[in-house]
């Protein structure tokens, strides 16, 4: 395993961005996981550091080796794509064989048993290892996909979003394999998702990208509760964080133009009252979704809450965050 | 009647789609069981009027299209020994000897070297022509496209002279080379054509897939996109087989000896020993028999192939 480095990489599609002056150290074993909207670069850098796409500037590192101008297969990173990542003509055995009967790899055949049998087991499919791969459901061929990048033994794992097929109790126990899997090998591994609970669980780096740049490199917690701007603070949380205007509750700093306050920090109780406009009972939760000045909020409340819609509750931020007019992070 | 499904059409329709179906099947194969039967018959009985349709079984007309014979006088076939063999005794049936074997088998087999070797050859540039229209920025990659098609906007024999001249000055006349050449010529732009739709359907992640697992670009295109451009590579072989099987015109026209093809020698039959019908009918049945066979193998791919913009998601 090894660690990934990129200094200043850009690379653009015609006039628009794919990414713009990346740095960023991913290192050796580390899980960084890239969050932002389709379209902030997540896959173009992944794709950058496979060598599937050539850099305008900059320079990659794998393992400390420039790679900038190496193939994809000299790079010996595995990547698992979003989609389309089966060959179609072939079975599922044949499948998780294929990169290690590659001409670098050129593993012997008793050898690539073994290790197909091995990463079938890890992904529940050896009862579908002679299936042709068209003949599987999405799931299973997205598992078969993280197969095929699991039997090697690459320096760098990339995965694109790689669970966000699967349904829930699948993804969970998926999710928690692929940790498990990491942490044995140590491997280093580029993940790209939407998923929070992804980010927040997996991750020992997130890094958000913002239209092709790097706005913020840290672990989940500091990603969470210190984010460095609005952009980055909405990335995470569910319900998202509420924005409000600084001067809703006393307390704003100087030049703060708005206030962000995620539903967990907003104290019930104390402070003004806000409308509550609906109770959505979760289960293991409850959100209600109030109304104040005009604005909506969403917080947290004790799942048998008897409160109920047309209620009138008071309300006053607890660590609130503070962001100037262009989002940038005041205290 | 009780239930209704849009996708099921009802029992009158499918009724009626297969009567339709059969009725076309007749008309188009009625012509080719007339071939089939008239080499079978006797010259008297393929041209009797009304035609025959039950008719005694002859091989006369194979017999005549494998040999060359001679008639020679009643007193000299009676002082013959006897026919050895059944195909002697056809002819001698008729007044004459075999004289030796005629040269269909020999037509037969440069047919079979023309046409496969320009299918394959066409085939297979055009399949890499193909791919790199398909997957790399070719400068001019549209006026290039346009350029090839536009060699098929006029009747290839339209260019029959300067073919011939040139084909002269190289040498290329009667032989095997020439005619794949040029076959290989006509149709490449079939090909590229054909297998650019198939290639542009295969998405682009199989082979950076196949990238990143270790292999290279080549190795790529030999592992995951022929397997999946199968289908494609079929159909195109066929259709590219069937124009250079059938080729008539410059097979006339630049070949005499050597290299000619069998459509050509075919119709020189009927000038031999009068108009032999069914010797024609059998050199035809027996020519239509590699495409069959060729065609027969590969049909899967072909239905698919032939198929391929209607069922395209």
């Not at chain 1, 907003?266 to 005009?294: C, F, M, N, W, Y």
């Not at chain 2, 009567?19 to 008239?38: E, G, K, Q």
């Not at chain 2, 008719?55 to 076939?77: C, H, K, M, Q, W």
């Amino acid at each position: 395993m090894a660690e990934v480095q990129l200094t200043g990489v850009s690379k653009r599609f015609g006039r628009d961005i794919g990414v713009e002056g990346l740095t960023m150290t991913v290192g050796d074993g580390a899980f960084v996981v890239l969050l932002g909207p389709t379209g902030a670069g997540k896959t173009t850098t992944l794709r950058l550091i496979s060598g599937l796409e050539k850099a305008d500037a900059g320079e990659i590192r794998i393992g400390g080796q420039p790679v900038t101008h190496l193939t994809p297969s000299q790079r010996d990173v595995a990547m698992v794509f979003q989609q389309y990542s089966l060959y179609p003509h072939l079975t599922v055995r044949e499948n998780l064989a294929f990169p290690l009967r590659s001409p670098i790899l050129k593993t012997p055949e008793d050898e690539i048993a073994r290790k197909v049998a091995e990463i079938a087991e890890v992904l529940r499919i050896p009862h579908k290892l002679d299936n042709k791969a068209t003949a599987l459901s999405g799931g299973e061929m997205q598992r078969v996909s993280i197969g095929r990048a699991l039997v090697r033994d690459p320096q760098v794992y990339l995965m694109d979003e790689p669970l966000s097929s699967l349904d829930a109790k699948l993804r969970s126990d998926l999710r928690i394999e692929l940790k498990r899997i990491q942490a044995d090998l140590g491997a280093t591994l580029l993940y790209v998702t939407h998923d929070q609970i992804e980010a927040m669980t997996m991750a020992t780096q997130i890094g958000v990208l913002d239209n092709g740049r790097l706005v913020q490199f840290g672990t989940p917690r500091e990603i969470y509760e210190n984010p460095v701007s609005l952009y980055v603070a909405s990335r995470l949380g569910l319900p998202r964080i509420n924005t409000l205007p600084a001067d809703m509750f006393a307390g704003a700093p100087p030049g703060a133009a708005t206030m962000g306050l995620r539903p967990e920090h907003i104290e019930q109780g104390a402070g003004k009252p806000s409308q509550i406009t609906r109770v959505e009972h979760l289960g293991d939760q409850t959100r209600l979704h109030l109304t104040l000045d005009g604005h909506d909020i969403i917080t947290l409340t004790d799942p048998h809450t008897p409160l109920k819609g047309g209620e009138s509750i008071a309300i006053q931020p607890r660590d609130a965050l503070y962001f100037d007019a262009a989002g940038a992070r005041i205290a | 009647m009780s239930s209704y499904s849009i996708t099921e059409p009802p029992a009158r329709h499918k009724w009626i789609a297969g009567v339709l179906v059969v009725t076309y099947a007749i008309i188009t194969l009625l012509p080719l069981v007339w071939i089939v039967a008239t080499g079978f018959k006797t010259p008297a009985d393929a041209i009797s009027y009304p035609p025959k349709v039950l008719f005694e079984p002859s091989l006369e007309g194979y017999v005549n299209l494998f040999t060359t014979r001679t008639r020679i006088g009643d007193e000299a076939l009676a002082a013959l020994p006897p026919p050895e063999t059944w195909y002697e005794e056809i002819v001698r049936d008729r007044g004459m000897v075999i004289a030796g074997p005629s040269r269909y088998g020999e037509r037969f087999l440069n047919s079979v070297i023309i046409g496969f070797g320009s299918t394959f050859l066409s085939v297979f540039l055009g399949t890499l022509a193909a791919y790199a229209f398909s997957r790399f920025r070719v400068p001019l990659a549209d006026d290039l496209l346009f350029f090839i098609l536009s060699t098929r906007m006029m009747p290839p024999i339209a260019v029959a002279i300067p073919i011939f001249l040139m084909f002269r000055q190289l040498g290329l006349s009667d032989t095997h080379l020439g005619m794949i050449l040029l076959y290989t010529a006509v149709n490449i732009s079939l090909a590229v054509w054909l297998l650019k739709g198939f290639i542009d359907e295969i998405p682009r992640e199989y082979e950076e897939a196949a990238l990143i697992d270790g292999y290279t670009r080549f190795q790529a295109f030999y592992k995951v996109v022929l397997p999946q451009a199968a289908t494609g590579i079929a159909s195109t072989a066929i259709f590219c087989l069937i124009f250079a099987w059938n080729e008539y015109a410059f097979a006339v026209l630049l070949t005499s000896g050597t290299a000619q093809t069998a459509p050509p020698f075919i119709p020189t039959i009927i000038g031999v020993g009068g108009q032999d019908w069914p010797a024609v009918a059998a050199g035809a049945t027996l020519f239509l028999l590699p495409v069959m066979i060729f065609t027969i193998f590969l049909r899967k791919h072909l239905l698919r192939g032939i198929t391929f913009g209607a069922v395209r998601k």
